[in-house]
């Protein structure tokens, strides 16, 4: 996951860019002309929508995002450009058609109620001296792209002429294609590299009931053969992923809460892109989106992931190294910010664990039963050897913090360097500080920084001393 962090892919998407517009109020009476609600609006708020979201979901991986569409010559057009260029993305090839009305989606919501949606919008397929201009810009720019993205969300700029135009051209010039689809005929989409249908748009354009295995990889093959993919995928939902190469590899979802799947088609696209731009094949990038997807269907609304998220989050399903888990000071506080913001309670504790036992892994065990999320400060080689002696630490700190960051109850271990963990506790302020018990009538480091303090009692009989003198008792 580290290595994704180091790239800034160059992606161009094409498709129906519109915008989502939001009017939030409150509903306390019954209009008199008419049986309907009178809301009173408080706010609005606009965000990007359709392949805009995509676009919102590169960005946030940290990919350098192109767009190309067709909008209208109206208010709404002059908005949406100006969102797309408040963060950063190249519009130069969004081409203005006088007789299209820009899309715009409005939403009337009143106590967390949506009750009314109105769209503006044209649905007609864009005019063919649109395509042309796009095809002439792309013609001298494709090559400089990494992934090309289509969007299509069936408002008619994504034409049969425009789709294969540009699949045309970046073959030429060696760049993939990946297409979200719509409807129910995909050729306009042949010779992408991959299509991302969900299972119910795959069956429609395949003609096969998907009920198990084989109706699966049925569809897959036909998807593949009848659009001259270079790989075949499948969105299966609550199932995961589905892909088809030279076999059918299913990869199952990792959500953990599932709160809205608004977008999710969208974050999973925008995840493989960047993954495959990066250099990760269709295995590793299926899976990158299958977390990716599993971040934010735990969100409210259209919602995007960064490589942080996802890496946090895979770490706290324990499908990752160790490595994942150990963070410097500066990690550790974005990570505590994006926990408590989201309502996590936040446990720390501290300690040498030089030779890990069996005391340990209880003592872990129910500190972490204390909260959401555990993290453990864990002292450096000097700082052990000035409270412990010269002959200790046994471990070295990179073996004890990858031994500890292993345990299903530790989600991430902080290395400190300094005698106690006063700074790092200041820092992270947790809701639970843990120590042992034998810290009982004394006074305990950085209690002033957290809510509430807990002692946990010792295994008897267990502990790094003992184990050492154990073995030495027995050595020759």
């Known amino acids: 996951m580290q290595e994704l962090k180091k790239f800034e892919p160059k992606i161009l998407v094409v498709g129906d860019l519109m915008i989502d517009h939001y009017l939030w109020g409150s509903c306390e009476r019954i209009s008199p002309e008419a049986p309907v609600q009178v809301v009173d609006i408080s706010r609005e708020t606009t965000v990007l929508g359709g392949a805009g979201n995509v676009i919102n979901n590169l960005k ?20 949406l450009v100006a969102m797309l260029r408040a963060i950063d993305v190249e519009t130069q090839n969004i081409i203005i058609q006088n007789d299209r009305k820009t899309s715009k989606k409005s939403r009337v919501i009143a106590v967390s109620q949506q009750i009314l949606r109105y769209d503006q919008e044209s649905k007609n397929e864009i005019q063919s001296e649109s395509v042309r201009k796009i095809l002439d810009a792309l013609s001298h720019s494709i090559a400089a792209y990494d992934m090309v993205v289509l969007s299509d969300y069936g408002k008619g700029v994504l034409t049969n002429a425009l789709c294969q135009g540009i699949i045309k051209l970046a073959h030429e ?14 050729s ?4 992408a590299y991959l299509l991302t ?3 119910k748009e795959a069956m429609l354009a395949t003609k096969i009931d998907i009920t198990d295995k084989e109706s699966l990889k049925a569809a897959l093959i036909k998807l593949k053969s009848d659009c001259d993919l270079g790989i075949s995928l499948i969105t299966l939902s609550e199932d995961g992923i589905a892909t088809y190469d030279e076999k059918m590899s299913v990869f199952p979802t990792v959500a953990k809460e599932v709160f809205d799947v608004t977008g999710a088609g969208d974050t999973v696209i925008a995840s493989i892109a960047f993954a495959l731009s990066a250099g990760k094949n269709i295995q590793e990038s299926a899976k990158f989106a299958n977390l990716a997807a599993g971040v934010v269907v735990g969100k409210i609304g259209s919602a995007t992931v960064s490589i942080n998220e996802i890496e946090e989050y895979e770490a706290s399903l324990h499908k990752s190294t160790s490595d994942a888990h150990i963070k410097s000071f500066e990690d550790i506080k974005i990570i505590v910010n994006r926990y408590r913001n989201n309502g996590k309670k936040v446990v720390f504790t501290n300690g040498c664990f030089d030779i890990l036992h069996v005391g340990h892994v209880k003592y872990l065990q129910e500190a972490k039963s204390f909260g959401d999320l ?11 050897s000035r409270l412990k002696g010269p002959t200790r630490p046994i471990n070295s700190a990179s073996d004890r913090a990858y031994l500890l960051a292993a345990l299903e109850a530790v989600d991430f271990v902080v290395p400190f360097s300094e005698d106690t963990p006063h700074n790092l506790i ?11 018990g034998d810290y009982e009538g004394k006074e305990v480091v950085g209690t002033q920084f957290a809510k509430e303090l807990k002692l946990v009692a010792f295994v008897n009989g267990k502990s790094t001393t003992k184990t050492i003198e154990k073995i030495q008792g027995t050595s020759c």
């Open 60 to 79: 946030a991986l940290g990919a350098k995002v192109s767009v190309s569409s067709v909008i209208g010559d109206d208010e709404s057009g002059i908005e």
């Open 173 to 186: 010039k060696g760049v993939k294609v990946l297409v979200d689809p719509k409807g129910t005929d995909f």
């Open 188 to 191: 306009k989409y042949k010779g």
């Open 197 to 199: 249908p969900n299972k």
């Open 374 to 384: 555990l993290i453990v400060g864990l002292n450096s080689d000097e700082s052990v």
């Open 426 to 436: 200041k820092m992270i302020e947790p809701d639970v500080l843990v120590k042992g």
